[in-house]
Nanobody, 120 residues
Framework: QLVESGGGLVQPGHSLKLTCAAS????????MVWYRQAPAKEREFVAS????????KYADSVNGRFTVSRNNNKNEAYLEMSSLKPEDTAVYYC???????????????WGEGTQVTVSS
């Protein structure tokens, strides 16, 4: 089970850190992925990190502003978001996969999501 936390309402330009906590099993062998879904839009890839942390990928829209990381000892993954924009408003989901992190059909586990709203 994956559970996201840390979402909320934040002003443009500010920062927020999301946490994905896994229970019921270790995530150390999975790549961890963050997706988001804005109202009336499809779910989109945000960032991913391999099990070792050696390979990290970002969507162009967040590259340079967001940082993905993980702590396998704590069974957690993180998404640090800075310089937030109104267009970052969405429900953010964490996910685990053994395959291509950008292939939604290959996601093995999903969290239930946490709302991030960027507004003044």
């Amino acid at each position: 089970q994956l559970v996201e936390s840390g979402g909320g309402l934040v002003q443009p330009g500010h920062s927020l850190k999301l946490t994905c906590a896994a229970s019921g099993g270790a995530i150390s062998s999975y790549a961890m992925v963050w997706y988001r879904q804005a109202p009336a839009k499809e779910r989109e890839f945000v960032a991913s990190i391999t099990w070792s942390g050696a390979i990290i990928k970002y969507a162009d829209s967040v590259n340079g502003r967001f940082t993905v990381s993980r702590n396998n000892n704590k069974n957690e993954a993180y998404l640090e978001m800075s310089s937030l924009k109104p267009e970052d408003t969405a429900v953010y989901y964490c996910a685990a996969t053994w395959s291509d992190p950008k292939d939604v059909s290959k996601i093995r586990y999903w969290g239930e999501g946490t709302q991030v709203t960027v507004s003044s």
